[in-house]
């Protein structure tokens, strides 16, 4: 699964166990990656939450999320991030791997609303050049709708999942879909 030995359902704490639980019912199985965050419980729960609040998003808002975040990995090569969040954009949004190239190619050519598209360019800018965002681009996005929470939690989330792709990697979290 791992080079690290994860908690196994029959052995997790009360805790551990809930939130494993939680994810089984969401998903049918617990993808080898909230296996692996189980090392850490306060990330399992941390990331399950995360997920949980992704999931009860907008459906746009959901393809918005799974799009940065397969781009980010992309970008790091995290081939199980890569393989998974390919997976749910066809599952989920009946993406096509062309369309999904595409994006990954052209960000901008995103099925989502002129919004959401400026959201993500701009996250994608702060991961990449973080010293180029300067208050214009704070203003930009707030003057077509979004708060500075949702500015911090676009950029935020790309953050993370490069994050997490490097423990997946370092780790060698093996794909389990």
Known sequence: MS????????EADAKVKNIYEEINAAFG?????FQF????????????????????MAKENQQYYLLL?????????????????KSMLI??????????????????????SKANIDLLLFTLKALKDSESVDAS??????????????????????????MYNILFRTFKVEKDF
């Open 137 to 162: 681009d704070i203003k930009t996005l707030e003057n077509i709708g979004f708060t500075q929470k949702e500015i911090f939690n676009s950029v935020r989330t790309a953050g993370q999942i490069f």
């Open 29 to 33: 199985s617990i993808p080898n990656a």
């Open 91 to 112: 599952n989920m949004f009946g993406m096509t791997n062309e369309q999904i190239l595409e994006v990954k190619k052209d960000p901008s050519s995103a099925p989502l």
């Open 69 to 85: 975040e397969y781009i980010v990995s992309d970008d790091n090569k995290c081939d199980y991030c890569i393989s998974l969040l």
């Open 3 to 10: 080079l690290l030995k994860t908690v196994a359902v029959n």
């Open 37 to 56: 965050f189980s090392i850490e419980p306060k990330i399992l729960e941390f990331q399950w939450n995360n997920a949980k609040d992704i999931l009860s």
